[in-house]
């Protein structure tokens, strides 16, 4: 699927079907969760751009690699977003990090912020929007404009499990904005859920229900 990086690493894939697993406990699935992070993490940052640094080693002077640019930024979208960011942080220890609550105003359909702190110039950073689950898109797509009205123009959306509807009407929105996920699951069902998923994935990582 154009623009949709499907992340089919086999400790990927295993982690993840152990996370299905509704025996699976809250503290399985957040230790599951941290580890997983840590290796989407590498895959969406894996094009990043390198420069080179003078140092100098115990034996010589040398040009070695280090990123270019401003520091990353990664934007949870509250709350599940928020289980994304541990493992994250602990693979890139100084991306600075965005919250963001959206909800879908059901009448009006238009993205109501209820919460919304991001760090400086994200203009001129890489922003990485993290949501374990990209169900009917409208959480991702009221963030992400959100993010755009700020001046975000370099945005990556990571999450867990995406639905074929969720990416269309993703896509639609915003077609520059890249989608990495571990799986493009089957269907949502009448209820916005994932089929077959992981259930409500802020339940599952906060023992909520
Ligand atoms: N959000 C979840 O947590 N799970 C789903 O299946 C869909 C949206």
Known sequence: MDGVT???????????????K??????GF?????????????EVTRDLELTTERIETPLVE?????LEGKKLVFASILRAGNGLLEGMLELVPSARVAHIGVYRDHETLRAVEYFF????????????????????GNSAI????KLKERGARNIRFLCLLAAPEGIRNF???????????????????????????????????YGTK
Not at 117 to 131: C, H, M, S, T
Not at 142 to 145: L, V, Y
Not at 176 to 204: M, Q, W
């Open 62 to 66: 040398t040009d070695a690699p280090v």
């Open 142 to 145: 009221a963030a992400i404009e």
């Open 22 to 27: 509704k025996e699976t406990s809250t503290a």
């Open 6 to 20: 499907v992340i089919g690493h086999p400790l990927v894939q295993h982690k993840l079907t152990i996370m299905r």
């Open 30 to 42: 957040r230790r599951l969760l941290k580890e997983i992070s840590t290796l989407l993490c590498y």
């Open 171 to 205: 896509q639609g929105a915003h077609p520059d904005v890249p989608i990495f996920t571990a799986s493009i699951d089957s269907h949502l069902n009448e209820k916005g859920y994932i089929v077959p998923g992981l259930g409500d994935a802020g339940d599952r990582m």
């Open 117 to 136: 702190k991001a760090p400086d110039n994200i203009n001129e950073r890489l922003v990485i929007v993290v949501d374990p689950m990209l169900a009917t």
